[in-house]
């Protein structure tokens, strides 16, 4: 199994040191994870001591692959302020993640009251669209919990989530991108895996590659609820998986 959705630095919280990220494949060795992504959030991929990240590459404990990942916010008009070195070989591969829509940082606790300040159809149309940018935008190799929008449990009511994101799928497709099936949902109000089955199905039927991620913060969050993220992805159809190196993409069994 892997896991491509790891951040050891969490939101700043915590220190890029040999102890605490042995202490992550050590969990990853406990709960079956093979290969690991590191992945920080944009802004704090400075903190990351590549001297440790490489001693631990090369270390090869438990037999753990580890791969280097970042995790970048999209933004719309605000490309160009995005590190360059993104675009190097030094990461492994980069999510694209949508976590504000219009400057509101939807997915925070503070600013959940703005589902009930937004008509909840033009959330989500404008989260697709905003999505849908970023696919075009060239700058990712896999697509991160594209459907995070529904964290707090709402949902459209003029056409269903997949009916919006349908297009945004088909944009996936033709850039060559994957999509993480992340089950961090599970451990939200929302209760579901990013992304809904429904949305899985249609990847599927699009020939859509996917790789897998936890979201982990902790050391005991890397691999929690990838059994049923998982399973989710072998119900649609998927038999196989993606892996990265360099930025290049593999495919390999999907297993556990």
């Avoid at 949508?98 to 159809?121: A, K, L």
């Avoid at 902790?218 to 998982?230: I, K, N, T, W």
């Avoid at 119900?235 to 069994?253: I, K, L, N």
Wanted: aromatic share 12%; glycine share 8%.
């Amino acid at each position: 199994m892997l896991d491509y959705h790891v951040h050891a630095l969490a939101h700043g919280e915590y220190s890029y040191t040999q102890d605490w990220i042995d202490s992550y494949l050590d969990w990853a060795y406990q709960v079956g994870v093979h290969e690991i992504g590191f992945c920080e959030h944009d802004e704090f991929a400075p903190l990351v001591d590549m001297e440790v990240y490489h001693s631990i590459r090369g270390s090869a404990r438990h037999d753990i692959r580890v791969r280097l990942g970042i995790e970048m916010d999209f933004v719309p008009d605000r490309e160009e302020v995005m590190p360059k070195s993104i675009q190097t070989d030094n990461y492994d591969y980069i999510i694209g993640s949508v976590h504000f829509v219009d400057g509101w940082g939807f997915d925070h606790p503070d600013h959940r009251s703005g589902y009930d300040e937004r008509d909840i159809d033009e959330i989500y149309r404008r989260y697709a669209e905003i999505l849908m940018l970023s696919t075009a935008s060239r700058r990712f190799d896999i697509v991160g919990h594209i459907d995070l929008i529904k964290i707090w449990g709402h949902r459209p009511r003029l056409k269903s989530a997949l009916a919006y994101l349908d297009p945004v799928l088909k944009s996936i497709k033709y850039h060559g991108l994957a999509v993480e099936i992340n089950s961090s949902g599970l451990r939200k109000p929302v209760g579901e895996i990013y992304p809904s089955p429904d949305i899985v199905e249609r990847m599927y039927d699009y020939n859509i590659p996917v790789t897998l991620g936890s979201d982990a913060h902790h050391p005991r969050q890397v691999g929690l609820g990838l059994v049923e993220a998982y399973r989710c992805a072998r119900r649609a159809g998927y038999q196989r998986c993606v892996s990265f190196e360099r930025r290049v993409m593999t495919v390999a069994p999907l297993k556990y």
